[in-house]
């Protein structure tokens, strides 16, 4: 089981920019697939936002953040990114990041290992 934090969610303006963080522990991530969900109110399904295969490197988005969003790994730090540009109120949400070897699932069920999230609010 791999342990997962993130980080880097505060108020930022409409238009600006954002990187989240997902630091792991307890296994290393480069034999992982991580995701990034995202959940807008309690209660709602966790939304997928992006993907990454650590070991293909390919990567997957949502048509919603297409363009604007970016994934990214860092394998020294055991560490992926979320990179979000040209925010919009819309993407308000608490991010979750969420990990699994067999793939990249775009379901929430998918996935048996999540960080405790971090929220991202985007005011117009």
């Known amino acids: 089981q791999v342990q997962l934090v993130e980080s880097g969610g505060v108020l930022v303006q409409s238009g600006g920019s954002l990187t989240l963080s997902c630091a792991a522990s307890g296994r290393t991530l480069s034999k992982y697939h991580v995701s990034w969900f995202r959940q807008q109110a309690p209660g709602m399904e966790r939304e997928f936002v992006a993907?990454?295969?650590?070991?293909?490197?390919?990567?997957y988005y949502a048509d919603s953040v297409k363009g604007r969003f970016t994934i990214s790994r860092d394998t020294a730090r055991n560490t992926v990114y979320l990179q979000m540009n040209s925010l919009k109120p819309e993407d308000t949400a608490v991010y979750y990041c969420?990990?699994?070897?067999?793939?990249?699932?775009?379901?929430?069920?998918?996935?048996?290992?999540w960080g405790q999230g971090t929220q991202v609010t985007v005011s117009s």
């Open positions: 969420a990990a699994d070897p067999r793939g990249v699932g775009r379901g929430s069920n998918y996935y048996d290992d």
């Open positions: 993907g990454i295969s650590l070991p293909t490197r390919s990567t």
